[in-house]
């Protein structure tokens, strides 16, 4: 796994692999079945919360993955400008295909991502009142945000710096990469973990991981 989207290191006798995804993007399944056909692991981690996890699972088993669901409107600037690249699809492709692909082949697939009363907690502690006001008015502009971008991750990196400007959603983010840090890091402790990150939380859930292993090898 030598793309700058993928990364690999072992912990404690286990393989954690990193690979990270434009989300919505319908080829990003395409690009992920490749890589997990290669390789052998345990456990199957996915950016999303708990809840989000029951809900995805029930939209697989019970209605199928036709389903069309609303997107929220940044979710739906986000899409609209995305399609540039290619063919956008929700639920993402992405975290589908892997979830599939997990319960079809015997493997632990997690939710790595905080619950919502835990995001709730760490949204209220983060942003204020006040940016909470300007990023709702930052979001009605989102429509017309031009976004001069090479390829998909190139977008997704500057949508997430324009969408996550203010200080205290800064913090969430980065707050949200130390949580799945954490949370792949005890994952690992069952075997080989293979992860789906979002491009733009990639780096930062990297770091994370690095900085954990670090400090536990100083602790030995």
């Known amino acids: 796994m030598s793309d700058s989207s993928q990364f690999q290191f072992e912990s404690g006798g286990s393989k ?3 690979f990270g995804i434009v989300k919505g993007l319908v080829s990003e399944a395409e690009r992920l079945e490749k890589i997990v056909n290669k390789l052998d692991f345990q456990v199957g981690g996915i950016p999303i919360s708990n809840e989000e996890m029951d809900g995805l699972e029930e939209l697989m088993n019970n209605e199928g993955l036709d389903t069309e669901i609303e997107p929220s409107k940044p979710e739906k600037a986000y899409a609209d400008k995305l399609s540039e690249f290619g063919e956008v699809s929700l639920p993402p ?3 589908t295909f892997f979830l599939k692909y997990c319960l079809e082949n015997g493997i632990d697939a997690e939710a790595i991502d905080m619950d919502e009363e835990h995001y709730t907690m760490a949204y209220c502690d983060r942003v204020t009142g006040f940016q909470w006001i300007r990023q709702s008015i930052r979001e009605k502009s989102l429509r017309g945000k031009d976004i001069n971008a ?3 991750v190139d977008f997704a990196k ?3 710096r324009f ?3 203010l ?3 800064q913090e969430l983010e980065a707050y949200r990469e130390e949580v799945m840090a954490k949370n792949i890091y005890r994952l690992s402790k069952r075997g080989d973990i293979l992860v789906i990150i979002e491009e733009e939380r ?3 859930v990297k770091e994370q991981l690095l900085k954990m292993e670090e400090e536990s090898n100083k602790e030995e």
Request: overall charge neutral.
């Open 16 to 18: 954690i692999y990193l």
């Open 93 to 95: 492709p992405s975290f």
């Open 150 to 152: 090479d390829s998909p």
């Open 158 to 160: 500057k949508w997430d």
């Open 163 to 165: 969408i996550n400007k």
């Open 167 to 169: 200080k205290g959603f």
């Open 202 to 204: 990639f780096e930062g």
